[in-house]
T-cell receptor, first 113, second 112 residues
Framework: NAGVTQTPKFQVLKTGQSMTLQCAQD?????MYWYRQDPGMGLRLIYY???????DKGEVPNGYNVSRLNKREFSLRLESAAPSQTSVYFC????????????FGEGSRLTVL | GEDVEQSLFLSVREGDSSVINCTYT??????LYWYKQEPGAGLQLLTY?????DMKQDQRLTVLLNKKDKHLSLRIADTQTGDSAIYFC????????????FGSGTRLQVQP
């Protein structure tokens, strides 16, 4: 049982380049999330998708776009990467009605030069 | 997260108890959580408490909730070196944005 799978695990970009972080879950969860983790700031919500076909902005959405391709997959796109987007990105999922046990991927470490 | 605050660092000796504290600001939070993050890994749920409870105990873990002061704590009894990690508290509201808001995390260092 894979749980939540993120790719890539590591990526180095130059300022202005674009890339997409992929996330897939095999637990039939309705809701999916993208967080970024920065030292001393905990996890901050970028975007979330409460169900297939819907997406909503979180706390720090600027510079990002998302796509909920189907129930399994939720991708995060950086159209024009900036050094401020250097971070560790986590995808997570939860089944609606659950008591908040988010299942996390292992993270994607992104460096923007 | 701006609405959930934690101290950044705690150091204890092996065998002692650890107490990690958290304050939150939204009184409409329905659930409060403690997550653990080991180096290079994602977060894993340790325990959670409903907002209408004062205390929850689960083996070596005790969660205390003071709803009046919006204060949550996690006590780890007989702390082991394997408990060294970052601990995050988080709140969840059933209305509006259905997502967890995390604190900045407390790094627990257990010295042998």
């Amino acid at each position: 049982n894979a749980g939540v799978t993120q790719t890539p695990k590591f990526q180095v970009l130059k300022t202005g380049q674009s890339m997409t972080l992929q996330c897939a879950q095999d637990m039939n969860h309705n809701s999916m999330y993208w967080y970024r983790q920065d030292p001393g700031m905990g996890l901050r919500l970028i975007y979330y998708s409460a169900s297939e076909g819907t997406t909503d902005k979180g706390e720090v959405p600027n510079g990002y776009n998302v796509s909920r391709l189907n129930k399994r997959e939720f991708s995060l796109r950086l159209e024009s990467a900036a050094p401020s987007q250097t971070s560790v990105y986590f995808c997570a999922s939860i089944h609606s009605g659950n008591t908040g046990e988010l299942f996390f991927g292992e993270g994607s470490r992104l460096t923007v030069l | 997260g701006e609405d959930v605050e934690q101290s950044l660092f705690l150091s204890v000796r092996e065998g002692d108890s650890s107490v990690i504290n958290c304050t939150y600001t939204d009184s409409s939070s329905t659930y409060l959580y403690w997550y653990k993050q080991e180096p290079g890994a994602g977060l894993q749920l340790l325990t959670y408490i409903f907002s209408n409870m004062d205390m929850k105990q689960d083996q070596r873990l005790t969660v205390l909730l003071n709803k009046k002061d919006k204060h949550l704590s996690l006590r780890i009894a007989d702390t082991q070196t394997g408990d060294s990690a970052i601990y995050f508290c988080a709140e969840f509201m059933d209305t509006g944005r259905r997502a967890l808001t995390f604190g900045s995390g407390t790094r627990l260092q257990v010295q042998p």
